[in-house]
């Protein structure tokens, strides 16, 4: 793996392991998942398919943010709104 991508690999996983500590189901399930999905794909050498990877876990840190701001969303409005009936 080249440096430049292995440099952003690494970035990724420690982006991820932060988002993580906040998941649903607890961050060792998380942490769990996440390390068995990148060591999945550690022999990959080819740079363009470690793009695609690389690019599909920036989806998932959006979408990981996107679950966490509905969260948050969701128990502000729980705090001051009436329940809806």
């Known amino acids: 793996m080249a440096n ?3 440099a952003e690999v690494m970035k990724l ?5 932060y988002l993580g500590r906040e ?3 607890g961050s060792a399930y998380f942490r769990e998942r996440l390390k ?3 060591l999945k794909n550690k022999d990959e050498t080819d740079p363009q398919k470690i793009k695609e990877l690389v690019a599909r876990g920036d989806f998932v840190i ?3 943010e996107a679950l966490y701001f509905l969260r948050k969303y969701r128990a502000m409005k729980k ?3 009436e329940p809806e009936e």
Do not use: I, Q, S
């Open 62 to 64: 959006k979408e990981l």
């Open 13 to 17: 996983y420690k982006t991820l392991l």
């Open 79 to 81: 705090r001051y709104y």
């Open 36 to 38: 068995v999905a990148f």
């Open 4 to 6: 430049p991508l292995k």
């Open 23 to 25: 998941y649903p189901k």
